[in-house]
């Protein structure tokens, strides 16, 4: 009897222990919050949030990334869905928000090895019904924190060695999702400073054919993400806050404190520079406006040299889609030199971005070249302007837009194009989209070599796409509970900026580099061909400029934008002297 009693009370002890240890298990796991700083070489450039719930059939991600410090968009958010049992996705969303309000986002859907999925940052989307992705594929980007935590959950840590995951790669381009193998690869347990302790990792590397090489840190006995390094990047995600219970697990384990150093200095050249040019924008008068456009009121920033005037102007139009950091610092330099120089400057907002009113997705070129229209008329009305001497200087699509427009009004001085504006038409110069369109992006998304069958695969579903935009009489498709604005990319696809080019009768001056994504060898000697009896169009070609002819650098202990010196000096000039020989660009 005694022994019985013994054993009884075990038991219950046992189960009493299990019952809360699942309680414990479900409080710990239920909902967790991972929080990362971004860096790159060296520097914060941003911040991450990841929410991790565990339902009873789901497993579901919520990231939230402050990209403030880089180029691209400053702010995106992601969902993430996935069945509990096989970790393998049902579904994904991802929305980046452009710098006035707009927003680019991709939506994935999967289901029995096949996925739906929309690309949208108007006028281009991309729409795909049914594409064959397998059924063990999970989602994966080098760059996404947040999708290292699916990959890192299937790893089984008790087998180490190299184990293999077949993944889909999303990309921020109207194409399908890339698909390739990645290796996980266990290479050694190490101590990683983060959250002013040494945290025990063992560390993996992340390899592809297609993606840059990642070492990627997990906690050696939690296994929640630590840190993710991209070498060839210079880029590093380092983990700041764990979720409580997990944090207290290991600080068990953990070691003195380690602080990390990482080198602050910036060029004194530059900084001197920087300096200078602070200054002188603080001399700047600077004027918010409205103006009416199409019935509906537009926002705007007027800039103006510091004098009596009448000053020659410029009138900035952006580029299609959502305003990345990237482009609005870039047109900021720009507008801040031509100020130095005296030239006075407008920037105007798009319908729905800023404070302009419209709807951003509705934006076709008619209503394009309506709005450049009248932001040109409102400038050319505000007294220290000189209303003889207006320029328009577009980049990218909106060069194309400026040089249309210039050709329609006839009290532009001229235009300026700033980066190559994409061209799907085969319009003499420009390129037909193909597999090197695809290879571009892929290129500009800082991804490697994929499978030739699976790209020419791929490219024939864009090209298909393409078509039926370009036959489509539609001005509006709905698709996964979006409304698409199919007039808008019918006419964008429908582009010829080199015949515009070719037909513009104003001065015009066109500055891109080597280094563009849309630019292929031999493009800059088939450019200066089709205009080399143009007299009033001059070229500029630089070896390379970057996407946004200009990068971040480290200055002050902020991430400031740094124009190429030679883009202000070449623009400006070319405005004020109709671009003179010494100008060449080279």
């Not at 038991?11 to 967790?32: P, R």
């Not at 959502?322 to 120089?341: D, M, N, Q, Y």
Request: glycine share 8%; with cysteine.
């Amino acid at each position: 009897m005694k022994r019985f009693t013994v054993l009884f009370t075990i038991s219950v002890l046992l189960i009493a222990a299990l019952v809360v240890l699942a309680f414990v298990y479900i409080s710990v796991t239920s909902h967790q919050t991972f929080n990362y700083e971004l860096y790159s070489s060296g520097h914060l450039y941003g911040t991450v949030r990841i929410d991790r719930y565990v339902t009873e059939d789901k497993v579901i991600y919520k990231g939230a990334e402050d990209r403030s410090g880089g180029l691209g968009y400053p702010f995106e958010r992601q969902e993430l869905y996935l069945k509990r049992k096989t970790l393998l996705p049902v579904r994904y969303y991802d929305e980046a928000m452009g710098r006035k309000g707009a927003v680019r986002s991709i939506s994935i859907n999967q289901a029995g090895g096949e996925t739906d999925m929309l690309y949208l940052r108007p006028p281009a989307f991309l729409e795909l019904k049914g594409l064959v992705t397998g059924e063990k594929t999970t989602l994966f980007s080098p760059y996404n924190v947040m999708l290292y935590m699916p990959v890192m959950d299937q790893y089984h840590y008790w087998r180490k060695g190299v184990q293999f995951f077949e993944v889909m790669i999303p990309v921020d381009a109207p194409i399908p999702v890339l698909r390739g193998k990645i290796e996980v690869r266990y290479t050694e347990d190490a101590y990683v400073p983060v959250m002013g302790k040494r945290i025990e990792t063992e560390r993996f590397i992340v390899a592809g054919d297609g993606i840059p090489e990642a070492i990627v840190d997990m906690t050696k006995y939690a296994h929640a993400l630590v840190s993710v390094e991209i070498p060839k990047m210079k880029s590093r995600a380092i983990l700041t806050e764990l979720p409580g219970k997990i944090e207290k697990l290991i600080n068990q384990f953990a070691r003195e404190f380690i602080p990390v150093q990482s080198d602050t200095a910036a060029p004194a050249a530059r900084g001197a520079a920087k300096a200078a040019l602070s200054e002188l924008a603080k001399k700047v008068k600077r004027e918010n406006v409205f103006f009416e456009s199409g019935g509906s009121l537009l926002s705007g920033c007027l800039m103006v040299p510091e004098g009596d005037g009448p000053f020659p102007a410029v009138v900035f139009v952006s580029d299609d889609g959502p305003v990345t950091r990237g482009e609005e610092s870039l047109l900021g330099s720009i507008a801040e030199a031509f100020c130095a120089k005296g030239i006075a400057v407008f920037n105007f907002d798009d319908p729905g971005q800023g404070k302009s009113q419209g709807v951003f997705r509705e934006l076709d070129d008619e209503r394009h070249l309506e709005n450049i229209r009248a932001a040109f008329a409102f400038v050319g009305k505000h007294p220290l302007v000189a209303k003889d001497n207006i320029s328009l200087v577009g980049f990218r699509g909106g060069g194309y837009l400026a040089a249309k427009a210039a050709r329609k009004e006839i009290s532009v001085a001229g235009s300026v194009i700033l980066g190559l504006p994409a061209t799907f038409s085969g319009d003499g110069a420009g390129r037909d989209a193909g597999e090197k369109y695809i290879y571009a992006y892929v290129k500009a998304a800082d991804l490697g070599q994929f499978d030739p069958g699976y790209i020419k695969t791929i490219n024939d579903l864009v090209q298909n796409q393409m078509e039926n935009v370009r036959k489509s009489g539609d001005d509006i498709v709905f698709f996964m509970r979006k409304e698409l604005p199919v007039k808008a990319y019918r006419e964008y696809l429908l582009r010829k900026p080199y015949a515009e080019i070719v037909a513009s009768e104003k001065p015009l001056l066109v500055v891109f580099g080597k280094d563009d994504t849309n630019f292929y060898s031999g493009l800059d000697d088939k450019l200066k061909s089709m205009f080399s009896e143009k007299q009033n169009v001059k070229i500029a070609v630089f070896r390379s400029l970057g996407a946004h002819m200009g990068d971040m650098e480290w200055y002050d202990k902020k991430w400031r934008f740094r124009v190429n010196p030679e883009i202000p000096r070449l623009v400006s000039g070319w405005i004020k002297k109709n671009l003179p020989d010494e100008a060449s660009g080279k």
